[in-house]
Nanobody, 115 residues
Framework: QVQLVESGGGLVQAGGSLRLSCAAS????????MAWYRQAPGKQRELVAL???????TYADSVKGRFTISRDNARNPVYLQMNSLKPEDTGVYYC?????????WGQGTQVTVSS
């Protein structure tokens, strides 16, 4: 199991930027990809962005062109640069470590975008 700690959330006006960070500790071997998910009030958790250990990235359509996922090395740490933020980007953002048969989650960090 890996421990994930997110940071960088906060309150920002629409059009602003935030950078989220995710630091992993513990057993990082076997992780195939790192990802950011978000959950808005009353909605299901959804994938925002993902980066594999080979560097391949995937984005939700709603954030393409505005968000960028990156990492310092193959697994750790992982960043989410969020630009041109919109009120609909508001939610709790979770870092996730994806293995073949399991997923480890961070505790989440709140992002609030005011209009």
């Amino acid at each position: 199991q890996v421990q994930l700690v997110e940071s960088g959330g906060g309150l920002v006006q629409a059009g602003g930027s935030l950078r989220l960070s995710c630091a992993a500790s513990g057993n990082i071997f076997g992780i195939n990809a790192m990802a950011w998910y978000r959950q808005a009030p009353g909605k299901q958790r959804e994938l925002v962005a993902l980066i594999t250990v080979l560097g391949t990235t995937t984005y939700a359509d709603s954030v393409k062109g505005r968000f960028t996922i990156s990492r310092d090395n193959a697994r750790n740490p992982v960043y989410l640069q969020m630009n041109s933020l919109k009120p609909e980007d508001t939610g709790v953002y979770y870092c996730a470590a994806l293995r073949s048969a399991s997923t480890d989650w961070g505790q989440g960090t709140q992002v609030t975008v005011s209009s």
